[in-house]
């Protein structure tokens, strides 16, 4: 069974730094590319923050998150990760991490609240 546990969310005040940890079981990362969402408060649709491909480790970010936020992986570990800095009250959401093919298969998330 395919398993992805996101954690490493909290309240935390605006300009500190998180880093989100997307621990996968039943499947290697190493085969995929890795995707991160965000839920927004009131939204239904997840947005998409960032991915990282298969093989290249080449990576990819939202336009609202580029330059603050970073994706990396640790195959070793079957885990993918994302660096948050400056983070800003616009970045308060529910994340999660997927495999970047269908079906998307979602863990719980993890909520990161962000204060002014």
């Known amino acids: 069974q395919v398993q992805l546990v996101e954690s490493g969310g909290g309240v935390v005040q605006a300009g500190v730094s998180l880093r989100l940890t997307c621990e996968a079981s039943g499947r290697s990362v190493s085969d995929y590319s890795m995707d991160w969402f965000r839920r927004k408060p009131g939204n239904q649709a997840r947005e998409w923050v960032a991915?990282?491909?298969?093989?290249?480790?080449?990576?990819h970010y939202a336009g609202s998150v580029k330059g603050r936020f970073t994706i990396s992986r640790d195959d070793a570990k079957n885990t993918v990760y994302l660096q948050m800095n400056n983070l800003q009250p616009d970045d308060t959401a529910v994340y999660y991490c997927?495999?970047?093919?269908?079906?998307?298969?979602w863990g719980q998330g993890t909520q990161v609240t962000v204060s002014s």
């Open positions: 997927c495999f970047a093919v269908p079906p998307n298969i």
């Open positions: 991915q990282i491909m298969k093989s290249s480790n080449v990576t």
